[in-house]
C-alpha cells in the first residue's frame, strides 16, 4: 500500500527563486487579437491562474493527492548499482522511476490535476495534442478519472509508428486523430500546402487548441508553461525526500529535455533548496535546440494562438527530422529552464541516436528496465559524468530522473538498430 503521507502537500514553483526576473509572456504587437486574453477560453481557469502565480509554495488538493496516491505516487527511488558495478565508477547512482506510473511516464503529475480542474469547472471536454504518445495517454486516463470526454491530436509520424499507442488512449476512452487533420483550419491549410505532411508538436498543439476554442472545449497543456513545470515538482520534492532518508546529499543532477518538464520537475526542488552542484539538461543533438537554437520570443504552437513567450527555440515552423526515433522533437525550452541554462545555472549536452541507443542497452543489461528512448539521453550523460568521476577518483553522488520506460517504444529501437547496426 502506498503511505498518502509520503505524498507531496505542496507544488513548488522556481520562479519567485530565479537569478533574474522571467520575461512575461506577450501580446505580438500590434496583433489583431491578444493571444492573452485568449488564454481564458483556452485553458481551465484554476491552470491559467497557477500559470501567473508567484507564490513559492502551492497546495495539492487533497483530491489530486488521492488520485497521485492510485497512480503509485511516491515513484521509487532506486539505486543503479549494477550500473555503477559495470562502469566500475567510485560514483553512486540513483533514479527516480517515473516509468512505474499506470501511463509509464512523468506526464500523468500534471494531467490529473488539470483534468481535476476542468472537472470542477464544469468542463465536459478536454482537447490536447501528443507526439509521442505519452502525453496522450495521460490526458486520456485523467480525463477518464474524471468522467471528461477527452481528443487528441496525434502526430501522423508518431501516429503510423505507434499503433499500440493509439490503442491504450482509446482503451481510456480518449478519441485520437493523426495530426494535420482536416478537422481544423490551420490543419485543413498544412494539409493543402502538403498532403503528405509528417506533422509537428508545434501544429498538433495549434490543431488542439483550434478545436478546444471551437467547441467550448478546454485544452490541457503537457510541458513548457510554468504551471507544467509546477505539477511535476512532484518529482523533485520526492526525491529530496528519499534522499534525506538515505543521508545521502547529490552533487549531480541530470535529466532529458523535452520541452523541459520532468526536468523542471525533478531539479527545480533541488535547486531552490540549494540542493547538489551541478544540473545537466540533455536533449537530442538531431534537434539541437541548446547547441543552435536562439533564446528569444516565440509562439509555442506553430500557428501562433498562445502567447509569445522567451525560450530557447528552433523556431515554431521547425520540422523535425523524420527518420529519427529518440523523441524530444519539441521546437523550444520551457522559459524558466532557458533562463537558467543561460545563466549558467544549468548546463546542457546534445546527444545523438546512437549514443543513447548503446546507453539505453548498458541499462537494459545493468538494470533490466527499458527505458524511454527520451530517458536514455538522461542515461548516456550519466554514465559520461559516472566515468568522468572515475577518472577523477570522487565518489560523488549522481540522481537522474527516468521519465518513462520504453516498453511502447520497441519500434523506436527497432529502427534506430537497424540504421545503427546496419
Ligand atoms: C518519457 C518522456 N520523457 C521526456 C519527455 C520530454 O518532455 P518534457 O521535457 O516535457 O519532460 C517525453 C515527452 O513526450 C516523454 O514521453
Not at 506526464?107 to 483534468?115: E, R, S, V
Not at 499503433?163 to 494539409?191: N, Q
Not at 510541458?223 to 509546477?230: A, I, K, M, Q
Not at 527499458?370 to 577523477?392: F, G, M, Q, R, Y
Amino acid at each position: 500500500m502506498v503511505n498518502k503521507d509520503l505524498i507531496p502537500k505542496y507544488w513548488y514553483n522556481i520562479i519567485p527563486d530565479l537569478p533574474k526576473p522571467l520575461p512575461p509572456p506577450r501580446d505580438p504587437p500590434d496583433a489583431e487579437f491578444s493571444r492573452i486574453e485568449l488564454l481564458k477560453k483556452i485553458l481551465p481557469r484554476e491552470v491559467l491562474r497557477q500559470q501567473f502565480t508567484i507564490e513559492r509554495f502551492i497546495k495539492i488538493p487533497e483530491e489530486v493527492r488521492d488520485r497521485y496516491a492510485i497512480i503509485g505516487r511516491p515513484t521509487p527511488l532506486m539505486r543503479a548499482k549494477r550500473l555503477e558495478e559495470y562502469l566500475d565508477t567510485p560514483a553512486k547512482i540513483y533514479f527516480k522511476f517515473e516509468g512505474a506510473t499506470p501511463t509509464g511516464s512523468h506526464k500523468i503529475n500534471t494531467a490529473i490535476p488539470q483534468a481535476y480542474f476542468a472537472a470542477e469547472e464544469g468542463i465536459s471536454h478536454v482537447v490536447t495534442e501528443t507526439g509521442a504518445g505519452q502525453w496522450g495517454t495521460a490526458v486520456a486516463l485523467a480525463a477518464s478519472m474524471y468522467d471528461l470526454s477527452s481528443t487528441i491530436f496525434m502526430v501522423r509520424v508518431s501516429y503510423e509508428q505507434k499503433p499500440m499507442r493509439k490503442t491504450i488512449m482509446e482503451l481510456y476512452g480518449g478519441k485520437v486523430y493523426a495530426s494535420p487533420t482536416d478537422l481544423t483550419e490551420f490543419g485543413r491549410k498544412i494539409l493543402k500546402e502538403n498532403p503528405n505532411h509528417p506533422g509537428s508538436l508545434g501544429i498538433a498543439m495549434s490543431e488542439a487548441i483550434e478545436f478546444a476554442l471551437n467547441h467550448n472545449f478546454r485544452y490541457l497543456v503537457g510541458s513548457v508553461l510554468d504551471v507544467v513545470l509546477l505539477h511535476q515538482s512532484v518529482i523533485g520534492m520526492e526525491a529530496i525526500a528519499q534522499l534525506d532518508e538515505l543521508g545521502e546529499e547529490p552533487d549531480i543532477l541530470i535529466g532529458c529535455v523535452g520541452g523541459g518538464s520532468n526536468f523542471g520537475g525533478f531539479t527545480y526542488p533541488f535547486i531552490g533548496a540549494k540542493k547538489g552542484k551541478k544540473y545537466i539538461a540533455v536533449g537530442a543533438a538531431e534537434i539541437p535546440k541548446f547547441s543552435t537554437g536562439k533564446y528569444e520570443y516565440d509562439y509555442p504552437d506553430t500557428a501562433g494562438l498562445l502567447p509569445l513567450v522567451k525560450m530557447i527555440t528552433l523556431g515554431k515552423d521547425y520540422v523535425p527530422p523524420p527518420i529519427y526515433a529518440g523523441g524530444l522533437r519539441y521546437h523550444g525550452v520551457a522559459p524558466t529552464l532557458s533562463l537558467l541554462i543561460k545563466e549558467k545555472i544549468v548546463e546542457w549536452r546534445e546527444y545523438k541516436e546512437e549514443e543513447i541507443y548503446e546507453a539505453a542497452k548498458i541499462f537494459m543489461k545493468t538494470q533490466g528496465i527499458v527505458p524511454a528512448p527520451e530517458s536514455a539521453h538522461a542515461i548516456k550523460a550519466v554514465i559520461d559524468e559516472a566515468l568522468k568521476a572515475k577518472t577523477e577518483k570522487e565518489r560523488r553522488v549522481i540522481v537522474f530522473n527516468l521519465s518513462g520506460h520504453g516498453l511502447l517504444d520497441l519500434g523506436n529501437y527497432e529502427s534506430i538498430r537497424r540504421r545503427v547496426e546496419k
